[in-house]
């Protein structure tokens, strides 16, 4: 079944600059009723809202500064999303860091941020007050949560989390019983997040020098393309699987290997 996004509601956190803006502008231009922008930044949110206010009018956008960590204030976005729009639709789990020195937080934010994210819109506000006979959730995940790198080990833990959360929270059991899919992407690097950056943000030299060699790897990508491709998979992806969207080319679902079907085990000798 093909998820509508005409006269639909999102939520989007981290959603007031960046890829997250970039998700909010493409909900709209696909007929979606009213984006909200749960983001930290009120800076950030004014310049948002002036943007899509001046793109596609009053009253399509609203800005609630939300620090997804403390679960009370991620619920409060969710009132004002229904206060405001009347519905909730889409849930976009976007806010997220990648700062190493930083890992405690980066943990906090990346996964328990996910996790409050998914209960509250799971368990409550996307059964309660969804527009259709369906609602969805999308976890920004990253290929750094299908794929080892060296440089950045505590990320990679936190998108292997979020894909860990994606499988477990779509199962059919939970879709069955809640009719929300729960979907997550794994964009490679974007334009929006310059991967030169990671340097001042890793744990030291040798994960620097790692860094050096992993970078040629990673071909960069448009964010328009992500916030497209997203919007597709979020439309048209089954419950419980995870989407890579790199270098630019159409989304294409990452498939976990079944251990009760692997061709060769190899024991330890």
């Given at each position: 079944?093909?998820?509508?996004?005409?006269?639909?509601?999102?939520?989007?956190?981290?959603?007031?600059?960046?890829?997250?803006?970039?998700?909010?502008?493409?909900?709209?231009?696909?007929g979606?009723?009213?984006?909200?922008?749960?983001?930290?930044?009120?800076?950030?949110?004014?310049?948002?809202?002036?943007?899509?206010?001046?793109?596609?009018?009053?009253?399509?956008?609203?800005?609630?500064?939300?620090?997804?960590?403390?679960?009370?204030?991620?619920?409060?976005?969710?009132?004002?999303?229904?206060?405001?729009?009347?519905?909730?639709?889409?849930?976009?789990?976007?806010?997220?860091?990648?700062?190493?020195?930083?890992?405690?937080?980066?943990?906090?934010?990346?996964?328990?941020?996910?996790?409050?994210?998914?209960?509250?819109?799971?368990?409550?506000?996307?059964?309660?007050?969804?527009?259709?006979?369906?609602?969805?959730?999308?976890?920004?995940?990253?290929?750094?949560?299908?794929?080892?790198?060296?440089?950045?080990?505590?990320?990679?833990?936190?998108?292997?989390?979020?894909?860990?959360?994606?499988?477990?929270?779509?199962?059919p059991?939970h879709?069955?019983?809640?009719?929300?899919?729960?979907?997550?992407?794994?964009?490679?690097?974007?334009?929006?997040?310059?991967?030169?950056?990671?340097?001042?943000?890793?744990?030291?030299?040798?994960?620097e020098?790692?860094?050096?060699?992993?970078?040629?790897?990673?071909?960069?990508?448009?964010?328009?393309?992500?916030?497209?491709?997203?919007?597709?998979?979020?439309?048209?992806?089954?419950?419980?699987?995870?989407?890579?969207?790199?270098?630019?080319?159409?989304?294409?679902?990452?498939?976990?290997?079944?251990?009760?079907?692997?061709s060769?085990?190899?024991?330890?000798?």
């Amino acid at each position: 079944m093909v998820f509508e996004v005409k006269d639909k509601v999102a939520l989007i956190t981290g959603g007031a600059s960046g890829i997250g803006l970039r998700y909010a502008k493409e909900l709209l231009k696909q007929g979606a009723k009213g984006v909200v922008l749960a983001d930290i930044d009120p800076d950030f949110g004014a310049t948002a809202l002036a943007e899509i206010d001046n793109e596609f009018g009053k009253n399509k956008a609203i800005f609630v500064k939300t620090d997804v960590i403390d679960i009370q204030q991620f619920e409060n976005a969710f009132k004002k999303t229904v206060e405001t729009f009347k519905n909730v639709d889409i849930l976009i789990n976007n806010a997220g860091i990648l700062n190493e020195k930083a890992w405690e937080k980066e943990i906090l934010l990346n996964v328990n941020g996910v996790v409050n994210g998914v209960l509250l819109g799971l368990e409550n506000y996307l059964q309660k007050y969804r527009s259709g006979s369906e609602a969805v959730i999308v976890n920004a995940s990253s290929i750094a949560g299908v794929e080892a790198y060296g440089a950045i080990p505590i990320y990679c833990a936190t998108k292997f989390a979020v894909n860990g959360m994606t499988l477990s929270w779509g199962h059919p059991f939970h879709y069955e019983r809640t009719k929300v899919k729960v979907v997550a992407i794994c964009p490679g690097v974007t334009e929006v997040r310059s991967i030169s950056d990671v340097a001042i943000r890793n744990l030291g030299p040798a994960y620097e020098e790692i860094r050096r060699i992993e970078v040629p790897k990673c071909k960069s990508q448009k964010p328009e393309h992500v916030a497209e491709a997203t919007i597709e998979v979020l439309r048209k992806a089954e419950s419980g699987t995870v989407w890579i969207i790199e270098a630019g080319e159409a989304p294409y679902k990452f498939v976990f290997p079944d251990r009760f079907k692997l061709s060769e085990k190899i024991f330890l000798k």
